[in-house]
């Protein structure tokens, strides 16, 4: 199970590395998510997963730590918040410079 979440991580934080270096808004913002993800996914693994097991303290015998849990739950909504903030400027950069280039201009190639 760690090597699966192992993997993921470094998948989504591979991709989100390469969108954030990519030149247009589009792919910036959805490097920002991923990366955002792998975040929340390495918060939720910090918590030690376990099946059957109750995050509240003397429901059970076993119980996990829920910190890590309210950690992803506020981190998913900051992130959300986050992603349409930065769509919004996007969307005014294009409005106002006409290109979706990042730094506002357009390569000559």
């Given at each position: 199970?760690?090597?699966l979440f192992?993997?993921?991580l470094g998948i989504l934080t591979s991709s989100g590395v390469y969108l954030l270096l990519?030149?247009?808004?589009f792919?910036?913002?959805m490097g920002l998510t991923l990366i955002s993800y792998a975040v929340n996914l390495f918060l939720f693994a910090m918590g030690r997963l376990q099946g059957?097991?109750?995050s509240v303290i003397g429901q059970g015998s076993r119980y996990v730590d829920p910190l890590p849990q309210a950690l992803v739950l506020t981190a998913i909504v900051?992130?959300?918040a986050m992603t349409?903030?930065?769509v919004v400027l996007a969307l005014r950069s294009v409005g106002e410079l006409s290109t979706d280039h990042v730094d506002g201009r357009e390569q000559h190639r």
């Open positions: 199970m760690e090597a192992a993997v993921a990519r030149a247009r808004t792919p910036v913002v059957g097991a109750s900051i992130g959300f349409a903030f930065v």
